[in-house]
């Protein structure tokens, strides 16, 4: 039997499920409600013993025309495909009577994992879920590579208890090493932090400050969403240049006596790399010394939002300043993001990269990036259009209403 439950019996429900995750949440449903969604807990039970629910969002499209959707749900044993049979029969039955069109899920039933260096798949499902679900009047979406569904298709976790900085790809740990040297700080951050970090994020997603704000004041009386800043104290950043300039000035002169007395390829090669870095050194002393000349002794350059759900973390959005890129401050962030939840969480996710793994993806960069700390990538079945009222469903296709609904 499937009916509405509460709130406290939704809680008490996730809590021990395998699947849980931050959307299937009351904090989400407050956050969509302020997007003009509403929301209920379904329950199935047998016996009287609840063994399936979900949190269900409903929207309305245009006059007495409504939809729903059910982020990363449903809350069941999906190889119980019985369950999902019974589940899925009694809310048609639910949805049909509430005059619902379509009910839009994408479920976190994995299908694929990948070898984060190879990108090769390491496991296929055996459970062919695509034809279950078509099969019990579901419309499986067309697969996407990008971000063109509501939430990735593809994602990536970082497992906190396994990681270390000697197991990730060579590029990012130089990156990593490299920030470290640059004088910034992972500052914790609070409501009041908020705009700041909205302004490293505003570039990469046509979103308003509105958005996160709800997002923020959604997760935060559950204390379930941090804030952080990197920021870069210029006072600090020139002496630790100057620190790192006066040793490459001496390994400079050993280097440069070696050459007079051994010009070969490999001599040449050492001194012309200390040369490079003594350069580099000197630029960051003078770039420091303008700001602190300008009375700025401390700029905050890079930001992130990360929610906490059970045992695993997600970074939900995260920015930086793209004119401090040498500061390498996004690498920072994420690595000091990992040893900050390191020891009382599992996993930290990645939120999101696409499955496009070729040369040619107008997202490499941030796929390479994502890659580089070496996560577990995988892939997820996918969206899903249960439909409920199969005429009207066709009339908003054919209309292109359901186009410009979904339309990212």
């Not at 407050?30 to 409903?58: D, H």
């Not at 970090?197 to 958005?211: A, L």
């Amino acid at each position: 039997m499937l009916k509405e439950i509460t709130m406290f019996e939704f809680k008490d429900f996730i809590n021990n499920q395998e699947l849980a995750n931050l959307y299937q949440t009351s904090n989400y449903a407050i956050f969509k409600s302020e997007e003009n969604f509403e929301y209920e807990y379904l329950g199935y039970f047998e016996n009287n013993a609840l063994i399936a629910a979900t949190l269900i969002l409903y929207k309305t499209i245009s006059f007495n025309t409504k939809y729903a959707y059910c982020p990363c749900g449903y809350m069941m044993d999906f190889e119980n495909i019985n369950l999902l049979k019974n589940f899925s029969h009694s809310l048609k039955q639910y949805l049909t009577k509430k005059r619902i069109i379509f009910l839009k899920i994408n479920p976190l039933i994995i299908m694929k994992k990948y070898n984060p260096d190879t990108l090769k798949p390491t496991y296929i499902e055996d459970i062919n879920y695509i034809n279950i679900f078509q099969e019990l009047g579901y419309k499986k979406l067309k697969d996407n590579l990008y971000f063109e569904s509501t939430l990735p298709r593809f994602d990536c976790y970082i497992d906190l208890k396994k990681f270390d900085l000697k197991n990730i790809k060579k590029t990012t740990r130089n990156k990593i090493n490299n920030s470290l040297k640059k004088g910034l700080e992972l500052v914790k951050g609070n409501e009041n932090d908020l705009k700041t970090i909205y302004e490293f994020m505003k570039r990469k997603k046509n979103t308003s400050y509105k958005y996160y704000n709800n997002l923020y004041k959604a997760f935060n009386p559950d204390n379930n969403i941090d804030l952080f800043l990197v920021k870069v104290d210029y006072e600090k950043y020139m002496e630790t240049a100057k620190n790192y300039y006066e040793e490459e000035q001496e390994k400079n002169y050993l280097l440069n006596e070696e050459l007079k007395r051994n010009n070969t390829k490999r001599n040449l090669n050492k001194k012309l790399l200390s040369d490079k870095l003594l350069i580099s050194y000197k630029n960051e002393i003078m770039a420091s010394l303008s700001k602190i000349n300008n009375n700025i002794l401390f700029e905050y350059v890079a930001g992130a939002m990360v929610i906490k759900n059970k045992e695993n973390v997600s970074i939900m959005f995260s920015g930086y300043n793209m004119q401090a890129r040498h500061l390498n401050a996004n690498y920072f962030l994420h690595y000091n993001l990992i040893k900050y939840y390191q020891s009382n969480y599992n996993y930290l996710g990645l939120n999101g990269l696409t499955g496009d793994f070729s040369k040619d993806n107008p997202y490499k960069g941030l796929n390479d990036f994502k890659l580089g700390f070496n996560p577990e990538v995988v892939e997820y079945i996918g969206e899903l259009d249960f439909i409920i009222n199969e005429k009207k469903y066709n009339n908003l296709l054919l209309t292109g209403k359901l186009h410009q609904i979904f339309d990212k």
